[in-house]
């Protein structure tokens, strides 16, 4: 099992920015997909972003494609989530989230691991 922390969340005016942090331990692999995912209130939970500890394979929700990055630190074992043009509707509380699978996805079923997430909130 991997365990994860997630920091960075908070209230933010719409148009702004904030940068969330993963801070990953345990079983880590460079195999492992590290992916972010939302959910709102009375939402399911929806993917966001992910990407591998190795090189390449990022890929985003269309939502968020052009808005958020994702990127890691594979020193620190940290994996960020930097938003920038936020909107209300990206608010949400965030999860960090890890996957064995070695290929892409998106579904939050084939992530076993979990973060307790972190609020974030934007303001029009």
């Known amino acids: 099992q991997v365990q994860l922390v997630e920091s960075g969340g908070g209230l933010v005016q719409a148009g702004g920015s904030l940068r969330l942090s993963c801070a990953a331990s345990?079983?880590?692999?460079?195999?492992?997909?590290m992916g972010w995912f939302r959910q709102a209130p009375g939402k399911e939970r929806e993917f966001v972003a992910a990407?591998?500890?190795?090189?390449?394979?990022?890929y985003y929700a269309d939502s968020v494609k052009g808005r958020f990055t994702i990127s890691r630190d594979n020193a620190k074992i940290t994996v960020y989530l930097q938003m920038n043009s936020l909107k209300p509707e990206d608010t949400a509380v965030y999860y960090c989230?890890?996957?064995?699978?070695?290929?892409?996805?998106?579904?939050?079923?084939?992530?076993?691991?979990w973060g307790q997430g972190t609020q974030v909130t934007v303001s029009s």
């Open positions: 989230a890890a996957s064995p699978f070695t290929i892409p996805t998106m579904k939050v079923s084939d992530f076993e691991s």
């Open positions: 990407t591998k500890w190795s090189a390449g394979s990022t």
């Open positions: 345990g079983r880590t692999s460079s195999n492992y997909r």
